[in-house]
């Protein structure tokens, strides 16, 4: 029996356990408050797998042939030393996905979640999705599942973690169904997307009926006092619990350790970021307490990689990694500094077990460097990127393209950068700029809709220097990704998992 039950749903990329309710589960715990944990992504993306589907195409058939051995491959260090083999796995199972799908009116991928009829975006679309559950691709899956749940279990609470708007949709099938089926179970609504709604001017409880509680940010302390517990946990710290995921086998060639040493970014300043407009709050955890959470969950989980989930691993957490190995090999977001551009720090870092480092560089030219308020330096960047390659450390490097103070002319100084340090990004990310809708530059530039919906977090904006959507597009496509140095970079990218499995690929020799 079960207090409360917390899923976890589809769709994100099925290559590691959940965060965010590994840590709801350890307060819960450690409170004496009996919780069950559903990753319902993995669980339901690898049922997909499972079912039939009609295949009039030679490839489909050829992939659905193939799919017991790339289910296994894709766990398999082997696959990690080839890309291209790896690409046709990838691209395989992808068809087989939306194979799959397609009957539903749904198009699934291993990263993604998008249907015909309805948006994650607009309320009245969520809300049709609970009203019919049974026209979810993952009902079969689902409807299963959770008889048996809430049959066995009888939780008084259902607690639904959403962060990223390909679970939406998804998320409020399963919340249909748990009304018609049991409708007396409390049902509660968290995670990064939920809170980041809950954050806007405009938010006006749109789910009232449907979800008895949606929680802004941290939902220790809520789902304690949901629960009839008087304990808090603010000037507590509790280890996260991954007990309940020993079984599952995810798409990785190994386990994987995902945790948080923060919630928030300590720098908190740039423009374009939606937590900045949203005024979250930076709050770490202490330094010798993250070492020691991590060598136990080391001890206890033995993974194989680990991943930090910060916005930026904090200088003083860098230095302490720095100076003690974390017995797995590890790696994450980290802000360009004079630190990170030392040869002999990055040298510790490597020694340390960090495989790879997430930058957001974003802009070759200085000036829109210093408009988006990132507080980084071009030159500390190209030094960063050079101790960082003699170290043997992999550069994954962010870049954003079409922001309001950018124009032709410094997105060219972008390619000339990445061209000039072809040697030293191991991997590129390219991403056009979305005008958060309540940002400081939503309040200067003329704007209108983006996404048709009341939960949109964007606005379209006429550009300053008509430097548009539609040119940035075309100057990515026709010259940007046609650098063959660019093109280089941009083929070792992992599709579909990208960040995700990057750091395989690096430890397999394959970058």
């Known amino acids: 029996m079960a207090d409360i039950l917390l899923i976890h749903p589809p769709v994100s990329k099925p290559c590691e356990p959940p965060a965010g309710i ?16 559903v990753d319902a992504n993995y669980e339901a993306m690898e049922s997909m797998l499972d ?47 939306e194979c799959v799908s397609r009957s539903s009116g749904a198009r699934v991928t291993l990263s993604n979640y998008q249907e015909q009829r309805l948006s994650p975006l607009s309320s009245g679309d969520c809300i049709a999705a609970a009203a019919h559950p049974e026209a979810s691709i993952f009902f079969p899956y689902f409807s299963n599942r959770l008889t048996g749940l809430l049959t066995d279990e009888e939780p008084s609470h259902v607690g639904v973690s959403i962060n990223y708007l390909s679970q939406v949709l998804p998320a409020f099938a399963m919340i249909g169904f748990i009304r018609r ?93 939606p937590e900045h407009a949203e005024g979250a709050e930076y709050s770490p955890i202490a330094v010798d307490t993250v070492i020691s959470d991590i060598e136990a969950l080391v001890t206890r989980c033995r993974p194989r990689l680990i991943h930090f989930l910060d916005n930026a691993m904090s200088p003083a957490l860098l230095s302490a990694i720095a100076a003690v190995p974390l017995g797995a090999p590890w790696y994450g977001f980290a802000r360009i500094s004079d630190q990170l551009a030392d040869p002999e720090f990055c040298r510790d870092l490597k020694r340390s077990g960090c495989v790879m480092l ?72 390219l991403a056009v700029f979305n005008l958060p809708a309540y940002g400081p530059d939503a309040e200067t530039l003329q704007t209108k809709e983006f996404y048709a919906g009341d939960l949109s977090l964007y ?53």
């Open 459 to 511: 606005r379209q904006f006429v550009h300053p220097k008509g430097w548009d959507r539609h040119h940035v597009r075309q100057f990515l496509d026709r010259e940007f990704k046609r650098n063959s140095a660019v093109s280089a970079i941009l083929r070792q990218d992992p599709p579909s998992f990208t960040s995700n499995h990057a750091p395989f690929f690096v430890m397999a020799g394959g970058e």
């Open 22 to 37: 590994a840590k709801l589960a350890g307060a819960l715990l450690h409170h004496h408050v009996t919780c069950r944990i």
């Open 358 to 429: 997430q930058l957001g560089i974003e802009s070759g030219d200085q000036g829109v460097i210093d408009a988006l308020a990132k507080g980084i330096e071009v030159e500390t960047a190209a030094r960063t990127l050079t101790a960082l390659k003699k170290s043997g450390i992999a550069a994954y490097v962010y870049l954003l393209f079409g922001t309001p103070a950018e124009s032709f002319a410094e997105a060219k100084k972008t390619l000339e950068f990445v061209v000039e340090h072809r040697e030293e990004i191991g991997f590129l990310n």
């Open 181 to 273: 089926l049991s409708p007396r179970t409390k049902i509660i609504f968290g995670g990064g997307l939920i809170t980041s709604w809950m954050s806007t001017d405009t938010w006006r409880e749109p789910f009232t009926g449907l979800v008895d509680e949606c929680v802004s940010g941290p939902g220790e302390d809520k789902l304690l006092s949901f629960m009839g517990s008087s304990n808090g946990t603010r000037d507590e710290h509790i280890r996260p619990a991954y007990d309940s995921f020993d079984g599952h086998r995810y798409m990785a060639p190994g386990a994987v350790l995902p945790y948080s040493a923060s919630r928030g970014c300590y720098w908190n300043r740039c423009t374009f970021c």
């Open 51 to 97: 079912l039939p589907c009609t295949m009039s195409d030679t490839w489909s058939r050829r992939a659905f042939r193939q799919l017991p051995a790339h289910r296994a491959a894709i766990r398999q260090w082997h696959l990690y030393h080839n890309s291209d083999r790896y690409r046709r796995v990838i691209k395989d199972l992808n068809r087989m996905y």
